[in-house]
């Protein structure tokens, strides 16, 4: 990967993002989404500047507490067949996912 990332970082490079979700940039879209980066991250940096002393924290976004949370009936549904699912990583050995070693 092109860089480490650090909460201190003045800057975030988006190749680095990229690599991180496995996406393949051209050079004329990185431009253009390190320059969207750039701003989503400097409102971030100004979010982080406002003083919220005394606000009280919500676990919601309505910010009303006790809020009950309605969630969908849970059916479980048929996931993709082993083939689809290999066909879909990025490598793949004796019909399994193959992923790199980090415990040594």
Known sequence: MPMQFSENADRMDV???AALARISLDDAEAAALQSQLDGIL???GE???LD???VEETQDASGTSGVHTV???DVP???LDRDAALALAPHERHGQFAV???IE
């Open 100 to 102: 790199p070693k980090i």
């Open 77 to 79: 549904l048929p996931g």
């Open 71 to 73: 969630w969908r009936e």
């Open 52 to 54: 919220v002393e005394g």
């Open 47 to 49: 979010l982080k500047s």
């Open 15 to 17: 190749r680095y993002v």
């Open 42 to 44: 400097a409102f971030v």
